[in-house]
């Protein structure tokens, strides 16, 4: 069970990642038309997440190392 959430885990990780790829391209073709505060917001917005998911990642394998 808790193998398998580990395992989820990094799914979820690695989706983010890809996630958070592609949201940048697609703020990096508009982001000339916006002002410059909210493109550097809106970049941060979008690390956040990605941060998260790492810090869950990271804390599943530090579980896994515990349980063995």
Known sequence: ???DMIEELD???THTDEQQTILRSALFE????MDPID???????IVIPGEF???AARLGRRLD???S
């Open 39 to 45: 493109a550097m917001f809106l970049y941060e917005v």
């Open 30 to 33: 508009i982001e000339k038309t």
């Open 11 to 13: 799914r979820i990780e």
């Open 53 to 55: 998911a790492d810090m």
């Open 65 to 67: 190392l515990l349980r």
């Open 1 to 3: 069970l808790v193998a």
